[in-house]
């Protein structure tokens, strides 16, 4: 007999057929009653054990982590909390945990004990909730994309570019550390590395995204991209999961539309799906929140959060709007930013993104239209601006507790304006031939947007730490397992 998962157990008819279920003991008590759990769902079978005519050798081995097989029939349970249970008339110990050795035991451990342990945090009712919901969330990005007639395209993980200037690059190589080969002029002869030039693992998909836009009209990237940004905070990680739409014909305020559909539709989708999940991380969070003093304590829960977000529009302001509301703003003038905002120009730091959202506008907001010298050189410039004041079509998205969720922009389509930006950089136009040739040849409006696939996953678990959303987190100075 195969066996059943868990989750269609539970939500089965008590009979009295036989039924199989394998997992692992989260807990064992009065020598009678095991929670299982198989993954499944983040709710436990209840097996209850006839401790009178079990081995009392078998019983010593059913201990938390252990996998079982169970069989026996499903009646309806005495007990609260679950509608069935597994009656067993026959357990197998398929793997043994010891008691004592087992990390995971079945009390409160510290995120920080978990991250050390993240090989096992997934046995965890937190992480299994965690990793669910991610892996939903993944599906409602492609069947988001999907149903609108957008094409997955899987850009290069190792790149040739090193212009993208989104972030600081891992280098891929095969040359030695020692003896490396070098030119006549000392420096390292890439002509002998794997590629026969410089590679680095991508920090975007964007660039070559464009070029595919630009032909299958509507794409997305969902794909892991790698930043050395040595920025040890709770948004950041080495290593990160993006997800790139690019539309060809797009402006700035389809590109912002599309974005603000999207961001709801797969908020949507997951609460849907994840529902006993969802409410399990609420309840996490309420409780942790009890140990902060109460004017730091959201004023929605988790549900609340995410339903306030799929029902209202975010707020869309220039960036010149959003300076003066900065310097305006009480923090500002009480000296209580790090960074103080003095005059337009200035780039804005996650304190003043957070004050934006979380303090003035309290709903996720959309900044467009930065000054062009603070943004990417592919952004389009925009026409008609103040003498001094150039922005670009430019959008971030900024979410309550996370901060920028989105970074996007209409890309410039105009050769000329382009090559002179790349210029003006010092960007090598020859490294970037293919890319400028999009603009030579047929070349039109088009815009996408970059959105970081655990920042996501952050905000619909309300989890606090970026760490705490990826199975195997990278960061400086760690990389384990
Ligand atoms: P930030 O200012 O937060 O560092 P960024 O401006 O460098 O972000 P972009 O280059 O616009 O970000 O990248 C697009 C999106 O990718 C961001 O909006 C964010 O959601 C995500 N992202 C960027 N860097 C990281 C990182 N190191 N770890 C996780 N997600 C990231
Ligand atoms: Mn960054």
Same mark, same amino acid.
Not at 26 to 33: E, S, V
């Given at each position: 007999m195969k066996h059943t998962k868990v989750k269609d157990l539970l939500n089965s008819a008590p009979g009295l057929h036989e039924v199989k279920a394998k997992g692992w003991v989260?807990? $064992?008590?009065? @020598?009678? $009653?095991i929670a299982l759990n198989d993954g499944s769902t983040i709710n436990n079978i209840q097996c209850v054990?006839?401790?009178?005519?079990?081995?009392?050798?078998?019983l010593k081995r059913i201990t938390t982590g252990a996998a079982v097989c169970?069989?026996?029939?499903?009646?309806?349970s005495q007990g609260a909390g679950q509608k069935v249970e597994i009656q067993v008339s026959k357990i197998e110990i398929l793997g043994d945990s010891d008691a004592e050795k087992y990390p995971m035991q079945p009390k409160k451990h510290s995120l920080e004990f978990l991250r050390?342990?993240?090989h096992l945090r997934i046995r965890t009712n937190m992480f299994g909730a965690i990793m669910r919901v991610r892996s939903t969330l993944s599906f409602a990005v492609h069947q988001y994309f999907q149903e609108k007639g957008f094409f997955y395209v899987n850009t290069p993980i190792i790149t040739g570019s090193d212009a993208e200037g989104a972030g600081e690059m891992f280098r891929v190589t095969s040359l030695p550390f020692d003896g490396t080969p070098r030119t006549e002029d000392g420096k390292v002869n890439f002509k002998e590395d794997f590629f026969g030039r410089e590679t680095n693992l991508t920090v975007s998909g964007q660039l070559e995204g464009e070029t595919y836009a630009m032909a299958l009209g509507q794409i997305y990237t969902f794909g892991p991209t790698f930043r050395a940004e040595n920025s040890n905070t709770s948004r950041h990680l080495a290593e990160f999961w993006m997800i790139e739409p690019e539309v060809a014909f797009n402006n700035l305020a389809d590109n912002m539309d599309l974005a603000e559909d999207f961001i709801k539709y797969v908020i949507k989708y997951t609460v849907d799906k994840c529902g006993e999940d969802l409410k399990f991380l609420e309840q996490r969070l309420i409780d942790e929140e009890k140990s902060k003093p109460q004017a730091e304590r959201s004023e929605m829960t988790l549900l609340e959060k995410?339903? $306030?977000? !799929?029902?209202? @529009? $975010?707020?869309?302001?220039s960036y010149t709007e959003a300076i003066d509301i900065l310097k305006d703003s009480k923090p500002n003038k009480n000296k209580k930013f790090q960074y103080l905002i003095e005059?337009?120009?200035?780039d804005l730091?996650?304190?003043?993104?957070?004050?934006l959202v979380e303090k003035h506008f309290k709903c996720p907001v959309i900044l467009f239209d930065y000054p062009a010298k603070i943004k990417a050189f592919y952004m389009r410039l925009n026409d008609n601006t103040e003498p001094g004041r150039d922005t670009v079509r430019a959008m971030d998205i900024l979410f309550p507790g996370i901060g920028e969720?989105?970074?996007?922009?209409?890309?410039?389509?105009?050769?000329?304006?382009?090559?002179?930006? !790349?210029?003006?950089l010092e960007i090598d136009e020859k490294e970037l031939y293919w890319y400028l040739d999009t603009r030579r040849f047929g070349s039109a409006v088009h815009s996408g947007f970059g959105l970081g696939f655990e920042r996501l996953v952050l905000f619909v678990t309300g989890m606090s730490n970026i760490r705490d959303v990826i199975p195997f987190p990278r960061t400086p100075q760690n990389a384990e397992f």
């Open positions: 989260r807990t $064992f008590r009065n @020598n009678q $009653f054990v006839d401790f009178e005519n079990t081995p009392e050798e078998t169970v069989v026996g029939t499903l009646t309806e050390e342990n993240a995410l339903s $306030f977000v !799929m029902d209202n @529009n $975010f707020k869309r302001v005059e337009w120009g200035a730091q996650s304190e003043h993104e957070r004050f969720i989105v970074g996007g922009s209409q890309r410039e389509e105009r050769y000329d304006v382009l090559l002179e930006k !790349m210029k003006a």
